[in-house]
């Protein structure tokens, strides 16, 4: 009698240990904890190269380059030349634009803007009557102002696209310039871009102020 008394205490008091166990266990538990919604994030740039093409002739190439080497650190990008071009030619504009941080994967980002290019435009500001066309300085303070946009974004249906910028023409004038002033501004613009948005809707992934110079 006595060793079944002892037997049903021990399993009473199992049994409470590990109801308590339990009931511990529930209350660590973390409620589960949802995720904010990810965010559009600008994109990662340290080499921008704009490139002028003589229309007249394909040999005939100016260069302008920016470079940030640390990517999205205390640098920013850097500009490292100056836009020299001639008087009265046509030069069509393009770009080179990579993620070289890591020197064995490049990326272009050029390539993903085109991907994305219904979410980016390019803006640009110049001196005041320094292209015979487009006339005027630029669309970066007014989106409606003259830029001759070569290209399209994937909206485009019988050509109503938006512009985007990564081609674009330009006629210097016949008047020499020294010291003068090209900006382009690259903006990020997810579920902002329409005909209308200008240089200040959406993020801007990068904004570079070159001296120009037309001889």
């Not at 008091?13 to 919604?37: E, M, Q, R, W, Y």
């Not at 965010?39 to 340290?46: L, P, W």
């Not at 303070?141 to 909206?155: G, I, L």
């Not at 200008?198 to 110079?213: A, H, I, R």
């Amino acid at each position: 009698m006595n060793k079944f008394r002892k037997y049903s205490l021990l399993v009473i008091l199992i049994t409470a240990a590990s109801l308590t166990g339990c009931k511990d266990d529930d209350d660590d538990v973390t409620p589960a904890v949802t995720a904010p919604p990810m965010e559009n994030e600008e994109e990662v740039i340290t080499d921008v190269k704009l490139i002028f093409t003589n229309s007249a002739d394909a040999n005939d190439i100016v260069e302008a380059r920016a470079q940030d080497p640390d990517g999205e650190g205390v640098q920013e990008l850097a500009i490292l030349d100056t836009i020299k071009l001639d008087v009265s030619k046509t030069y069509v504009l393009t770009y080179e634009i990579l993620n070289a941080l890591d020197a064995n994967d490049v990326e272009n980002i050029g390539d993903e803007i085109k991907e994305e290019d219904d979410e980016h435009q390019i803006f640009y500001s110049f001196s005041n009557n320094a292209f015979a066309n487009p006339t005027g300085n630029g669309n970066i303070d007014n989106a409606a102002d003259a830029v001759n946009y070569n290209d399209e974004d994937s909206e485009a249906q019988d050509g109503s696209g938006n512009p985007v910028g990564l081609s674009t023409t330009w006629t210097t004038s016949a008047t020499q310039l020294n010291g003068g002033n090209f900006t382009v501004r690259l903006q990020h613009q997810p579920d902002v871009k329409t005909s209308s948005s200008g240089s200040n809707d959406g993020d801007t992934d990068f904004e570079l102020p070159f001296v120009l110079s037309i001889q």
